[in-house]
């Protein structure tokens, strides 16, 4: 088969490097990749926001399948347009990845369908939202309502801190037009879980569990990120709690969004909240996590084409998905200053070292060539993740490797995977 993977990140690359396992893989193209997934894929320079050049592309290639994989470009409708063409495609249609699309509709999903969430109101008036605050318990959580990078989510511990928050979202509009419409929820405490599932439209296929770190800074201080680091499985997600989950809330998702004439086929992406009263949604993706991927992707035995198919076909239901045995953690080494302002270009050293080791990955999220040299690109640049017996060899072994690679303002957290000391 010939695949085109679309993006351009840690995540396309972990997806990338799955395909490659493939035996059925006869062709790997991604747009626009970066400089690390051109080791094992032909990138071509098209954005992914370039519908027409993206299927013009896939026509002129012949290409099997195109998996599409950054929110924009899923919730655009790139899915649609490629299918419109007789382009296979992996992904949710832009009608299901409104899950991640809208907040405020994922929302209203939930207490139609009876999920556990927490407790919210939508407002698309930046007086009444304000009006709402004055009754409301602290802290409390403002969320932009559509897409933001994973970063239109303000935690506010005070009235003033929510009025400030009200203004940045609805009325500067720090993130765009995200900020039209906004919701207010309750803080819910807890650990947070992330889970990723496979899903056709009816039926639903859980993957290992992973944690991820947001913050930008050690023990969790600092700006909301894109994620700075993960690890696979979570150890608080236990039997007990993924029992709760698959009665209360997966199979209801797929069936809450069939019931409404929105059939998902791709990958859901559920943030958790385990709290006192049981686990809730915090938060639904319409696909692969970043660095979540990371952790996950390596740890699965079956063969990403056939998973891919069956979710497409609808015929998930005869997939028995499997994992290793064992665990992994991703630490994403950053340029100094993300998330708000950094500089890049900066050659990159030590990136052989990974050559030949079957435990250790160097997903490349923000790099790119520069005369003849790999150099960073971005806020996040690569995602070191390593495998291991357990949670604490796989963290060990993963620091290890962060030392193999160098690069003028590298950064990154210290403590990622540290909760699991606490399991």
């Known amino acids: 088969m010939k695949v085109l993977v679309v993006g351009s990140g840690g995540r396309e690359h972990a997806i990338c490097t799955a395909l490659k396992r493939s035996k059925r893989l006869t062709k790997l193209y991604c747009a626009p990749g970066n400089a690390g997934i051109a080791q094992i894929a032909e990138c071509v320079p098209i954005g992914v926001m370039e519908f027409d050049k993206l299927t013009a ?17 899923l919730a655009a409708g790139l899915v649609d347009e490629l299918t419109a063409n007789g382009i296979r495609a992996f992904g949710p249609d832009k009608k299901a990845a409104i899950l991640e699309g809208s907040k405020a509709f994922s929302k209203d999903l939930m207490k139609k369908y009876g999920i556990p969430t927490a407790a919210y109101e939508n407002f698309d008036d930046p007086a009444k939202a304000l009006a709402y605050l004055e009754n409301c318990s602290y802290p409390i959580v403002l969320k932009a309502d559509g897409l933001a990078l994973g970063k239109g989510v303000l935690i506010c511990k005070d009235h003033d801190e929510a009025v400030a928050g009200v203004k940045e979202i609805m009325e500067d509009k720090k993130f765009g037009d995200s ?59 236990t039997d007990e709690i993924d029992a709760i989950c698959k009665e209360t809330i997966y199979q209801k998702t797929v ?72 665990a992994a953690v991703c630490v994403v080494l950053a340029s100094d200053g993300y998330p708000v302002s950094y500089q890049k270009g900066f050659a990159i050293n030590g990136l052989d070292a990974f050559e030949g080791k079957d435990d250790y ?43 193999w690679v160098t690069f003028e303002n590298k950064y990154m957290r210290h403590d990622i995977g540290k909760a699991i000391d606490e399991a």
Do not use: W
């Open 57 to 73: 592309f896939a026509k002129e290639n012949a290409i099997d399948l195109v998996v599409v994989a950054p929110d924009d470009p």
């Open 255 to 326: 069936d809450a969004m069939a019931s409404e004439g929105r059939p998902f086929k791709g990958v859901i992406f559920f943030g958790l909240m385990l709290t006192k009263d049981g686990p809730k949604v915090l938060e639904y993706n319409a696909r692969f996590g970043d660095p979540e991927a990371q952790v996950v992707l390596p740890r699965m035995k079956n063969d990403i084409l056939d998973v891919f198919d069956a979710c497409i076909d609808g015929t998930l239901d005869t997939v028995d998905l499997e994992f290793e045995d064992n």
């Open 361 to 403: 990955f160097c997903f490349h999220a923000g790099t790119k060539f520069s005369d003849g040299s790999i150099v960073t690109a971005g806020g996040r640049v690569l995602g070191i993740t390593a495998k291991g017996a357990d949670l604490k060899e796989a963290r060990k072994k993963a620091y290890e490797a962060t030392e």
């Open 179 to 237: 900020g039209n419409r906004m919701v207010i929820e309750e803080f819910m405490t807890g650990r947070e879980v992330s889970v990723l599932s496979f899903c056709d439209g009816k039926s639903i296929r859980i993957m290992t569990s992973a944690q991820d770190h947001k913050r930008a800074k050690d023990g969790d201080q600092g700006l909301n990120t894109g994620g700075m680091g993960t690890f696979s499985p979570s150890p608080f997600y």
